[in-house]
């Protein structure tokens, strides 16, 4: 057996879902989803589906319509060079991150890891027989990784550097400058990017998602993650996709035809449904999820006293103990401390890679943001 370990962030909800199955309070800010209803487009395309009785196998690397349908979102909004051919659909973006690193690593190929990490990717990684190369990052940086940093972290077995933008945990966004400046290095270094790029959609304010796809010059060695889930509030019909050279994607066909199939049908025409009225629903998505990250800050600064910087994208808040005002420096003690004191749900910094943090989704409802604001204030301020 492989030596992976099991996510923090399922260990919490698990003791989360013991609490509520004992009928006791849980507010949770840990979910990394977008809590809204399935937009009524998408639910007719579903329905339309199932009643023409679009329900036999699908074309492992996708219906053509959603190929096609996606490559034209990638081109037009994101100024990327995809075609129909380019794209593969994948069971969400976890299973597309999943092939491609299945596909590409062999045994000590290192994959340098910024740090703070989507929780899944040192043990996907591992899984592989790959090494996952963690590089931190920090406040002083703004959470991003800096040229001479990357080019110092390269050696001999380096292959591939997975790059996450907008970003999960701390949501911030690299400028068509910086993601010039790592896509060159990659170049000269022959490193393979897999960039995670499924916030694409969430970004606020008057930031600007800028894609790696959009660097026609370094097109080769750059893999782009995508996926319905957080753009057009889809997390539980399972739509992602996987954005590559042709030669990648037929590998990566193959893969998939030997282990899901292909994506199931009717979530595929419900993804077209999303796609053809994608700036209505996105746009939607993103000021919904803007108005519940404000919320989230101003409770903080009115319960609390503490001034909080918002993310320019993403779902969270990524918040030290330290602006807490809080002594203990165990993320995973606190907040299991947190979870059996008030019911609030947020997940421990060390399952990103960094301790001394803990995420705050503000994808909740605002009744449950609320409330789990009110809990927090009451234990803190005790």
Same mark, same amino acid.
């Given at each position: 057996?492989?030596?992976?370990?099991?996510?923090?962030?399922?260990?919490?909800?698990?003791?989360?879902?013991?609490?509520?199955?004992? #009928?006791?309070?849980?507010?949770?800010?840990?979910?990394?989803?977008?809590?809204?209803?399935?937009?009524?487009?998408?639910?007719?395309?579903?329905?339309?589906?199932?009643?023409?009785?679009?329900?036999?196998?699908?074309?492992?690397?996708?219906?053509?319509?959603?190929?096609?349908?996606?490559?034209?979102?990638?081109?037009?909004?994101?100024?990327?060079?995809?075609?129909?051919?380019?794209?593969?659909?994948?069971?969400?973006?976890?299973?597309?991150?999943?092939?491609?690193?299945?596909?590409?690593?062999?045994?000590?190929?290192?994959?340098i890891i910024l740090s703070p990490f989507w929780v899944s990717y040192p043990d996907i990684v591992r899984l592989f027989g790959g090494k996952a190369k963690i590089i931190k990052t920090g406040p002083k940086e703004n959470w991003k990784i800096t040229p001479v940093k990357?080019?110092?972290?390269?050696?001999?077995?380096?292959?591939?550097?997975?790059?996450?933008?907008?970003?999960?945990?701390? #949501?911030?966004?690299?400028?068509?400058?910086?993601?010039?400046?790592?896509?060159?290095?990659?170049?000269?270094?022959?490193?393979?990017?897999?960039?995670?790029?499924?916030?694409?959609?969430?970004?606020?304010?008057?930031?600007?998602?800028?894609?790696?796809?959009?660097?026609?010059?370094?097109?080769?060695?750059?893999?782009?993650?995508?996926?319905?889930?957080?753009?057009?509030?889809?997390?539980?019909?399972?739509? #992602?996709?996987?954005?590559?050279?042709?030669?990648?994607?037929?590998?990566?066909?193959?893969?998939?035809?030997?282990?899901?199939?292909?994506?199931?049908?009717?979530?595929?025409?419900?993804?077209?449904?999303?796609?053809?009225?994608?700036?209505?629903?996105?746009?939607?998505?993103?000021?919904?999820?803007?108005?519940?990250?404000?919320?989230?800050?101003?409770?903080?600064?009115?319960?609390? #006293?503490?001034?909080?910087?918002?993310?320019?994208?993403?779902?969270?808040?990524?918040?030290?103990?330290?602006?807490?005002?809080?002594?203990?420096?165990?993320?995973?003690?606190?907040?299991?401390?947190?979870?059996?004191?008030?019911?609030?749900?947020?997940?421990?910094?060390?399952?990103?890679?960094?301790?001394?943090?803990?995420?705050?989704?503000?994808?909740?409802?605002?009744?449950?943001?609320?409330?789990?604001?009110?809990?927090?204030?009451?234990?803190?301020?005790?």
């Amino acid at each position: 057996m492989k030596n992976i370990n099991i996510s923090q962030t399922v260990a919490i909800n698990s003791l989360a879902q013991l609490r509520a199955r004992q #009928g006791l309070p849980v507010h949770n800010l840990a979910a990394g989803e977008p809590f809204m209803d399935t937009f009524e487009r998408v639910r007719i395309a579903a329905l339309g589906a199932i009643k023409e009785n679009k329900t036999l196998y699908p074309p492992v690397a996708g219906i053509p319509e959603l190929r096609a349908k996606t490559s034209e979102w990638l081109n037009e909004t994101y100024r990327t060079g995809f075609k129909p051919e380019n794209i593969l659909v994948t069971n969400g973006g976890k299973l597309g991150l999943y092939l491609t690193l299945q596909a590409l690593l062999n045994a000590g190929d290192e994959v340098i890891i910024l740090s703070p990490f989507w929780v899944s990717y040192p043990d996907i990684v591992r899984l592989f027989g790959g090494k996952a190369k963690i590089i931190k990052t920090g406040p002083k940086e703004n959470w991003k990784i800096t040229p001479v940093k990357l080019n110092n972290a390269v050696n001999s077995k380096t292959k591939i550097l997975i790059l996450n933008n907008a970003c999960n945990p701390t #949501g911030i966004l690299y400028s068509k400058e910086e993601l010039r400046e790592i896509l060159q290095i990659a170049e000269e270094k022959k490193l393979i990017v897999i960039s995670d790029e499924v916030y694409s959609g969430v970004v606020f304010d008057k930031n600007i998602f800028v894609s790696c796809g959009a660097f026609s010059e370094f097109s080769k060695r750059v893999i782009i993650i995508q996926s319905c889930s957080k753009n057009f509030a889809m997390t539980g019909w399972r739509v #992602g996709f996987v954005c590559a050279d042709l030669k990648i994607i037929r590998t990566l066909t193959v893969l998939l035809s030997q282990s899901t199939s292909g994506v199931t049908t009717i979530s595929q025409w419900a993804a077209l449904g999303a796609m053809q009225n994608a700036d209505k629903i996105i746009k939607k998505v993103r000021q919904e999820m803007q108005n519940r990250r404000d919320l989230l800050v101003r409770l903080f600064d009115k319960k609390l #006293g503490i001034k909080l910087k918002k993310p320019q994208s993403a779902l969270y808040l990524f918040v030290s103990l330290k602006d807490l005002g809080v002594s203990e420096k165990n993320s995973v003690v606190f907040c299991k401390k947190v979870l059996n004191k008030t019911g609030v749900v947020i997940i421990p910094g060390s399952a990103f890679g960094q301790e001394g943090f803990v995420r705050l989704s503000f994808g909740a409802r605002p009744e449950v943001i609320k409330r789990a604001v009110n809990a927090l204030a009451n234990f803190l301020t005790k």
